[in-house]
Protein backbone atom coordinates (compact mmCIF):
# COMPACT_ATOMS: atom_id res chain seq x y z
CA UNK A 1 0.00 0.00 0.00
CA UNK A 2 1.04 3.79 -0.41
CA UNK A 3 -0.25 6.33 0.92
CA UNK A 4 -0.32 9.81 -0.66
CA UNK A 5 -1.30 13.23 0.90
CA UNK A 6 -1.19 16.60 -1.02
CA UNK A 7 -1.09 19.99 0.44
CA UNK A 8 -0.83 23.43 -1.09
CA UNK A 9 -4.09 23.93 -2.80
CA UNK A 10 -5.54 27.48 -1.80
CA UNK A 11 -7.41 30.76 -3.42
CA UNK A 12 -5.51 32.76 -6.02
CA UNK A 13 -5.22 35.56 -8.39
CA UNK A 14 -5.17 35.02 -12.15
CA UNK A 15 -1.82 34.78 -12.95
CA UNK A 16 -0.67 33.63 -9.62
CA UNK A 17 1.98 30.76 -9.09
CA UNK A 18 1.38 27.80 -6.48
CA UNK A 19 3.38 24.91 -5.57
CA UNK A 20 1.61 21.82 -4.49
CA UNK A 21 3.17 18.73 -2.25
CA UNK A 22 2.20 14.84 -2.30
CA UNK A 23 3.70 13.40 0.21
CA UNK A 24 4.20 9.51 -0.09
CA UNK A 25 4.43 6.63 2.58
CA UNK A 26 4.27 2.93 2.59
CA UNK A 27 6.39 1.26 -0.22
CA UNK A 28 9.26 2.21 -1.84
CA UNK A 29 8.39 5.68 -3.33
CA UNK A 30 11.07 5.55 -6.33
CA UNK A 31 9.33 2.47 -7.69
CA UNK A 32 6.34 4.60 -8.44
CA UNK A 33 6.00 6.80 -11.23
CA UNK A 34 4.06 10.00 -10.12
CA UNK A 35 1.05 11.61 -11.40
CA UNK A 36 -0.52 14.60 -10.96
CA UNK A 37 -4.37 14.54 -12.04
CA UNK A 38 -7.52 17.57 -11.89
CA UNK A 39 -11.36 17.22 -11.45
CA UNK A 40 -13.56 20.39 -11.87
CA UNK A 41 -16.81 20.25 -11.12
CA UNK A 42 -18.81 18.56 -13.05
CA UNK A 43 -16.15 17.20 -15.39
CA UNK A 44 -14.30 13.95 -15.60
CA UNK A 45 -10.56 13.35 -14.15
CA UNK A 46 -8.12 14.72 -16.29
CA UNK A 47 -4.80 14.03 -16.76
CA UNK A 48 -1.45 16.93 -15.62
CA UNK A 49 1.69 15.63 -15.48
CA UNK A 50 3.43 13.00 -15.00
CA UNK A 51 7.11 12.03 -14.19
CA UNK A 52 9.08 9.11 -14.20
CA UNK A 53 10.56 6.94 -11.36
CA UNK A 54 14.32 8.74 -11.27
CA UNK A 55 12.68 11.89 -12.55
CA UNK A 56 14.82 12.53 -15.47
CA UNK A 57 10.87 12.15 -17.36
CA UNK A 58 8.06 13.85 -17.87
CA UNK A 59 4.82 14.32 -19.90
CA UNK A 60 2.51 16.93 -19.13
CA UNK A 61 -1.18 17.75 -21.01
CA UNK A 62 -1.31 20.39 -23.97
CA UNK A 63 -3.32 22.67 -21.53
CA UNK A 64 -0.27 22.90 -18.65
CA UNK A 65 2.41 23.08 -20.65
CA UNK A 66 4.93 25.65 -20.37
CA UNK A 67 3.54 26.59 -17.12
CA UNK A 68 3.46 23.76 -14.99
CA UNK A 69 6.28 21.80 -13.71
CA UNK A 70 6.32 18.47 -12.22
CA UNK A 71 9.30 16.83 -10.17
CA UNK A 72 9.75 14.77 -6.91
CA UNK A 73 12.39 14.37 -4.57
CA UNK A 74 13.07 10.64 -3.86
CA UNK A 75 15.18 11.03 -0.44
CA UNK A 76 11.85 13.01 1.03
CA UNK A 77 9.45 10.89 -0.65
CA UNK A 78 7.65 13.79 -2.42
CA UNK A 79 6.27 15.27 -5.84
CA UNK A 80 5.58 18.38 -6.60
CA UNK A 81 3.59 20.23 -8.85
CA UNK A 82 5.04 24.14 -9.40
CA UNK A 83 2.36 25.85 -11.33
CA UNK A 84 2.37 29.08 -12.64
CA UNK A 85 0.21 32.03 -14.66
CA UNK A 86 -2.46 30.84 -13.22
CA UNK A 87 -5.90 30.57 -15.19
CA UNK A 88 -9.69 30.30 -13.87
CA UNK A 89 -9.89 27.05 -16.08
CA UNK A 90 -7.31 25.77 -14.10
CA UNK A 91 -9.47 25.64 -10.90
CA UNK A 92 -10.10 21.99 -9.76
CA UNK A 93 -9.34 19.70 -7.09
CA UNK A 94 -5.70 18.30 -7.99
CA UNK A 95 -4.98 14.76 -7.23
CA UNK A 96 -1.45 13.26 -6.93
CA UNK A 97 -1.67 9.44 -7.79
CA UNK A 98 1.14 6.86 -7.91
CA UNK A 99 1.89 3.77 -10.16
CA UNK A 100 3.83 0.86 -10.52
CA UNK A 101 3.20 -0.50 -14.50
CA UNK A 102 3.33 1.60 -17.66
CA UNK A 103 5.53 4.23 -18.87
CA UNK A 104 4.74 8.11 -17.61
CA UNK A 105 1.01 6.99 -17.53
CA UNK A 106 -1.83 9.38 -18.12
CA UNK A 107 -5.06 7.77 -17.42
CA UNK A 108 -6.38 7.22 -14.39
CA UNK A 109 -6.77 3.58 -14.92
CA UNK A 110 -3.12 3.09 -14.92
CA UNK A 111 -3.21 4.31 -11.22
CA UNK A 112 -2.61 2.39 -8.29
CA UNK A 113 -3.08 4.89 -5.65
CA UNK A 114 -4.50 7.62 -5.08
CA UNK A 115 -4.89 11.09 -2.67
CA UNK A 116 -7.69 12.79 -1.01
CA UNK A 117 -7.04 15.82 -3.71
CA UNK A 118 -6.20 19.64 -2.59
CA UNK A 119 -8.44 22.23 -3.83
CA UNK A 120 -7.19 24.83 -6.22
CA UNK A 121 -9.45 28.36 -7.00
CA UNK A 122 -7.90 30.43 -9.20
CA UNK A 123 -9.90 34.05 -9.05
CA UNK A 124 -10.36 36.40 -12.17
Given at each position: QVQLVE????????????RLSCAASGRT?????????????????????TISRSGAATLYADSVKGRFTISRDNAKNTVYLQMNNLKPEDTAVYY??????????????????????????VSS
Open positions: SGGRLVQAGGSLFSNYYMGWFRQAPGKEREFVACAAANRGVLPTTTREYDYWGQGTQVT
